[in-house]
């Protein structure tokens, strides 16, 4: 491989890795403040999942010399990181969380579809893996975005107006690269506005039973950024929380 | 991970079979000091049910209390390794509440009733969760010593007569096991680390060894009434035994680790048997009836969790979805 598609895969592992630790994080603090205990469960398992996920990518991070996975994740600054700014938003109540849940996973399930044919094969062999389990993320979330969606009128609303304040950020994730072209020359992947169509293609049908709309497309505009470390102010907290006790004492094993 | 259930010593109800039919209690103590499980639907004096609720009850409060002074440390957790296991583990904890509330359910009353009464004061939980988790030391710490009482007064309580709590208790003490020697290892890492972490583990130590002492429940000298629960097999081991079981597996374990515990009189007499200083149990009570550093907030995070998610509860609540199954 050539310096060109060594740069182009680490920046697309590192906006990948860096959307599910950052969505891990944010699934987590569910723990223990769940509307129900199953959903505390639930949410717990997707983040570990995530996690553990976004562990594996720097992992491969690692292999094209960048540094250990626990320094990659705790001892960057927040404006180092390339998460879409939809992952970092406060989980607000559970109508969001969920709704966030819903249209994410269904992108990064597509993602990982379409990575598990990649022509770089350490990747493709991790989005195999990482496939199957988001299988069942999206599983979870199509069941309650359909029940909620379509309960009560109260629950309706709700998940309405979560719809409504997550599409612009969702659409977000689709930010173009640098190398969307030598990524496709490559066979590496396809493009964000190929993942963007299928996504929109698989949630159209799921929102519909939902009884929810999808906000009329000239209102449409991307909340762009996050994939140039560009982000809103509520990263740079979630980042020092999370490598608080690490940066305690950088010298010692934890 | 739970303590001893909290009796309330002014509450007289425990001295009261009156009314039970004395055959059935003949009977049904008879089916008891064979060794026989008591399931759901056999019948059972009204002390003994009410007694099992208020226990599992206790647990499973417990559980998801618990499950807010670790939870604080899961999205401060040093590194993937230890970010992935405390997830794990404090999931784990919410699961055993979620068995405990059927099996509390199994005797008629419902998981909304149950969680009612914890957010509105009436039901207890273990009283060490009023206390604050200041330090990643402090969950290190919780995840050792509190799982280890745990499981001792799970595994004695496994082998009790009501078949849903045995049966959901042995799921559980396996979890605990693992719980255990995560929190072992974190110790470990700790206390063989740098100064900082060193020190950081020590003062977390004597912050909770109080605590700790308080986890089985007050002193067989001043706690009563157990002697139907033990013959009913509801209760399997005194508050003191625990203690003494506990000391016995820990401290040397402890001092091992070049930790110092904050009690100058603790140590194993002649006979084998642990002297310490007696906890202050006006302390104790003085925690678990409101008074402690952390009751207040613990309460208000599990009233504000429980009122954001009722139109979540309200849109879901649809006949097919009760069940007074027992998950375990």
Same mark, same amino acid.
């Given at each position: ?254 | ?83 992935? #296991? &405390? ?5 784990? +904890?919410?699961? $055993? ?8 359910? %199994? !005797? ?59 049966? #959901? &208790? ?5 979890? +605990?096991?693992? $719980? ?8 470990? %890492? !700790? ?138």
């Amino acid at each position: 491989m050539n310096e060109n598609t060594i740069a182009a895969i680490k920046e697309l592992l590192y906006k990948m890795a860096d959307d599910l630790l950052i969505i891990g994080h944010r699934n987590s603090e569910w723990t223990g403040l769940g509307p129900i205990l199953e959903e505390d469960i639930s949410f717990s398992s997707m983040a570990q999942d995530k996690i553990g996920q976004a562990q594996t990518l720097y992992n491969l991070l690692h292999e094209l010399g960048e540094q250990e996975p626990d320094t990659i994740a705790f001892m960057r600054n927040a404006n180092l990181f390339h998460n879409a700014q939809f992952v970092e938003l406060p989980n607000n109540d559970y109508d969001f969380s969920l709704m966030r849940h819903f249209l994410y996973d269904h992108a990064d399930q597509l993602r990982f579809e379409m990575l598990a044919h990649c022509r770089y094969e350490p990747l493709a062999k991790v989005a195999r893996k990482v496939k199957g389990e988001l299988k069942y993320h999206v599983f979870h979330g199509n069941i309650w975005v359909v029940k909620l969606g379509s309960a009560n009128e109260m629950s309706h609303n709700k998940m309405q107006a979560a719809l409504n304040l997550a599409w612009n950020y969702a659409l977000g994730m689709f930010e173009e690269g640098p190398f969307e072209e030598l990524l496709k020359s490559e066979a590496i992947f396809e493009g964000e506005k190929s993942l963007q169509e299928k996504w929109l293609a698989n949630i159209t049908p799921i929102l519909l039973k939902a009884g929810l709309s999808i906000p009329e497309p000239k209102t449409w505009k991307p909340v762009l950024g996050g994939r140039k470390c560009e982000h809103t102010a509520h990263l740079a907290p979630l980042v020092e929380e999370m490598s608080e006790v690490f940066r305690y004492d950088p010298t010692a094993n934890w | 991970m739970y303590g001893n259930a909290y009796i309330d010593p002014n509450d007289k109800s425990h001295a009261i079979i009156a009314g039970e039919d004395p055959q059935k209690l003949a009977e049904f103590e008879d089916r008891i000091s064979r060794g026989e499980k008591v399931e759901p639907k056999d019948w059972m004096p009204a002390e003994y049910r009410k007694q099992l609720i208020r226990m599992i009850e206790q647990h499973a409060h417990s559980e998801i209390i618990g499950a807010l002074p670790e939870g604080t440390w899961i999205t401060r957790a040093p590194g993937f390794r230890r970010k992935l #296991a &405390l997830m794990a583990k404090v999931q784990d +904890e919410v699961g $055993h509440a979620q068995l405990l509330y059927s099996a509390a359910e %199994t !005797l008629g009353k419902s998981r909304e009733a149950m969680i009612n009464d914890l957010i509105t004061g009436k039901s207890k939980y273990s009283n060490v969760f009023n206390y604050p988790a200041y330090t990643w030391a402090d969950a290190c710490i919780i995840a050792w010593l509190i799982d280890a009482g745990a499981i001792i007064n799970q595994v004695a309580n496994a082998k009790g007569s009501y078949g849903p709590y045995g049966r #959901a &208790l042995d799921r559980i003490c396996t979890e +605990e096991s693992f $719980h255990l020697k995560y929190g072992h290892d974190n110790v470990v %890492t !700790l206390a063989t680390g740098t100064l900082k972490q060193r020190e950081m583990v020590q003062a977390a130590l004597t912050r909770w060894w109080p605590p700790i002492m308080h986890f089985f429940g007050p002193s067989d000298k001043i706690s009563n009434h157990t002697e139907i629960l033990m013959r009913w097999k509801v209760k399997m081991a005194t508050n003191d035994d625990m203690r003494q079981q506990f000391l016995n597996m820990y401290v040397p374990k402890i001092w091992d680790l070049g930790l110092t515990l904050p009690d100058k009189n603790l140590k194993k007499n002649a006979a084998g048997t642990w002297e310490y200083t007696e906890p202050d149990w006006e302390e104790f009570k003085r925690v678990i009836n409101g008074g402690g550093p952390c009751n207040a907030e613990r309460l208000a995070v599990r009233r504000m969790a429980e009122e954001r998610g009722r139109w979540v509860r309200e849109a879901l609540n649809t006949a097919e979805s009760k069940y007074i199954i027992p998950l375990a």
